[in-house]
């Protein structure tokens, strides 16, 4: 297990959903990546630097995690198939 920091921007549309999609997002990465969430910040809505789907504004979330590393591309797949999400990064610390 390797140690991770992810951050997540959502559709700022989706605000209402905010708790059922972090939630989300904790499941896949226990289920998907056979990983534990050792932090979550949650940074709220900010302005995005350049516009994004013609949104300018998202809801910033950071994770620091542990994911076994054999399973992160499957992980990562499940992102791309969530609508809520504008973007994400995955590093390894």
């Not at 959502?10 to 939630?23: F, G, L, R, V």
């Not at 990983?35 to 995005?48: A, D, F, H, R």
């Amino acid at each position: 297990m390797r140690k991770y920091e992810f951050i997540v921007i959502i559709n700022p549309e989706q605000e209402k959903d905010q708790a059922a999609i972090i939630s989300r997002f904790g499941e896949l990465i226990k289920k998907e990546a056979s990983g534990k969430i050792i932090k979550k910040e949650v940074w709220g809505k900010k302005l995005l630097s350049y516009p994004i789907d013609k949104k300018t504004e998202g809801i910033y979330t950071k994770f620091d995690l542990e994911l076994d590393e054999a399973k992160i591309n499957k992980f990562i797949e499940s992102l791309k198939l969530e609508e809520s999400i504008l973007r994400y990064l995955l590093v390894k610390i």
